[in-house]
């Protein structure tokens, strides 16, 4: 079946290649028949198989194209795991990371992982790993499950038309739900756990290079597959808008392929509906990074004042009109916003911000760039949210930058909407892979010259040919691949080696599991130091002390003992942290 469309296998396979759901044995809410509904399996009308059909959820209602797609109904596919993932995350679980047995495949695990090595939640929804989010493995409780559905169709006030999603027997690809159905699901998912799955599906909008130029990083989706009751391929996605409106897609063919044809077609759509320019939900905003610009680094303010030449007061600016006077002689007129904060150094007044991060892209777009010049803003957006990322450090929950051509200048004024369109259509996307670097003029290896770009976009190259051509060992990947985990390489590999040295003192005892691939260890930025089970990371402030590093190998021991309940021993982990720091 289609690897991002992740469908399953039909329970009519020989049982190694059957689904887990087909395997199940009987579930407390009485006996899961394997393929329910699925003699009944179809997609819309058989006449309009070939048709693309585009559904959408506002505050006016279920929004369709064509208009009778509204009254469709469709198979799950794997949509069923962005369910599951959406309960994990809300519900706080630290479930263990999926292994692939060394030595043999099995046949569901194709999308998974090699075999011996392991995947975690996000990456297991991302490549669509059915087996990551069977209930079986992950021990979900029918009553606990149907229990926060219910409560969500309550908050939503979507009632009883979403009590499919209430029963975990009937979870499966082939289940049919009505579309408005499925959006009004997709709409009761949690802020937080929307916020997360949208990061975890962020690799299957950078997949394929055509959907990308065509629909942004904005829209994230989890991609489905199925047939009809022909036995032909359906296909498409589902998921949420940057401000989190729900949709749906469908069509003939693979998820991939419906995607790849109708990539451009969905564009169109919601560029009429103006869609894809609404600016992120509160639970967005939330996630992005923080960025404090300290502005006019090298030209120092002489005086700030009100329009009546009144002084201004230190503390956030009043939306008002404000002059700028520079010890140079210059002068600039501002629009104040709560954003911006005046501070006194001694005497002298200066001016800084604190921003989304997103907010902040668009205002180095207004500054050194055109953001009229659509795919060369586009790159530049790129390159600029990953030279803050390579060239800073969260402090007191913020990245600091100076407002300085040496590093990068930003506008102190609101961003145009243009610049804000050129952030939101790449927003979370970075370069991984190369140094980034960027230009007025002058182009050379690494270094992304806008001028260049410019005429690049003029001959007709979209902007990821633009930074191929700047920057060819690069990938685009999410803010996440390079922001979440600041590594600390000498602890991880002193951690490598230490686990060498212990293997034979350990394998002694009781639940120990080395694991699978080479833990990560971040370093930890504010809270308490913790090991995360998923990802295989620990995230400590120092490993230099031994304090510090009886820290390291705590959390280390936490996720040596995950499987066993010894894991969940504090004074177990505790005790044997401290003899191993001395061995």
């Known amino acids: 079946m289609d690897q991002h469309g992740g469908a399953l296998s039909m329970c009519h396979l020989r049982p190694t290649q059957r689904h887990w759901l087909c395997r199940l044995p009987l579930w407390a809410a009485g006996v ?86 392991s995947v975690d939640r996000d990456t297991a929804l991302a490549r669509s790993c059915g087996p990551y989010f069977a209930p079986q493995r992950l021990g979900l409780r029918p009553q606990a499950w149907q229990a926060f559905w219910q409560a969500q169709a309550e908050r939503g006030s979507a009632g009883s038309a979403t009590a499919w999603l209430q029963d975990l027997n009937v979870l499966q690809p082939s289940t049919l739900v009505p579309l408005p159905s499925l959006l009004q699901a997709l709409q009761q998912v949690p802020p937080g756990a929307r916020q997360a799955a949208r990061q975890a599906l962020l690799p299957n909008t950078l997949r394929e290079p055509g959907v990308l130029a065509a629909l942004g990083s904005g829209p994230r989706f989890k991609t489905w597959s199925w047939h009809n009751t022909k036995n032909e391929r359906i296909g498409g996605a589902a998921g949420w808008l940057a401000d989190g409106t729900p949709f749906w897609l469908g069509g003939a063919g693979t998820s991939r392929s419906v995607l790849k044809a109708q990539a451009a077609w969905v564009a169109q759509q919601w560029q009429a509906q103006r869609l894809l320019l609404r600016s992120p939900d509160a639970a967005g905003l939330r996630a992005q990074a923080c960025v404090e610009v300290a502005f006019f680094k090298r030209y120092p303010l002489a005086t700030v004042q009100r329009d009546d030449g009144q002084s201004a007061k230190p503390g956030p600016l009043a939306p008002q009109r404000y002059q700028l006077r520079f010890a140079n002689g210059q002068s600039l007129s501002l629009q104040g916003s709560p954003a911006l904060q005046l501070r006194l150094d001694g005497s002298q007044p200066r001016l800084f911000a604190r921003l989304p991060l997103e907010d902040y892209v668009a205002r180095v777009l207004d500054r050194e760039a055109d953001p009229t010049r659509t795919e060369a803003a586009r790159a530049l957006a790129i390159a600029a949210r990953t030279w803050l990322l390579h060239n800073t450090v969260e402090q007191s929950g913020c990245r600091a930058v100076d407002d300085d051509s040496r590093a990068q200048r930003v506008s102190p004024q609101a961003p145009s909407p243009a610049a804000q369109a050129v952030a939101a259509f790449t927003a979370d996307v970075v370069l991984r892979g190369a140094s980034v670097r960027y230009h007025l003029d002058q182009a050379s290896p690494g270094v992304l010259a806008w001028r260049q770009a410019e005429r690049q976009a003029e001959e007709g190259q979209g902007f990821e040919a633009i930074l191929r051509h700047a920057f060819p060992a690069a990938v ?63 995230h400590v402030r120092e490993w230099l002390s031994r304090e510090g590093r009886v820290t390291l190998i705590h959390e280390y021991l936490h996720l040596a003992f995950r499987h066993h309940p010894r894991g969940q021993d504090e004074a177990f982990v505790e005790r044997l942290a401290q003899s191993l720091a001395d061995h």
């Open 32 to 117: 899961l028949l394997c393929g329910v509904w699925g003699a009944a399996a179809s997609w819309a009308k058989p006449t309009a198989a070939a048709l693309p059909q585009l559904v959408w959820l506002d505050d006016a209602g279920v929004q369709a194209t064509p208009a009778t797609a509204g009254a469709a109904r469709t198979p799950l596919g794997s949509l069923w795991k962005l369910f599951v993932y959406s309960y994990l995350v809300a519900q706080g679980e630290q479930e263990p990371a999926y292994r692939c047995e060394a030595g043999r495949r099995r046949d569901d695990e194709e999308y998974c992982c090699e075999p011996g090595e």
């Open 476 to 538: 685009l990947a999410g803010v996440d691949s390079v922001a979440d985990c600041q590594p600390l390489a000498e602890a991880s590999q002193w951690l490598q080696d230490r686990q060498r040295r212990w293997r034979s003192r350990l394998q002694a005892e009781v639940g120990y599991e080395a694991p699978a691939t080479a833990v990560q260890v971040c370093q930890l930025q504010q809270g308490m130091p913790h090991s995360d089970q998923r990802r295989l990371r620990i």
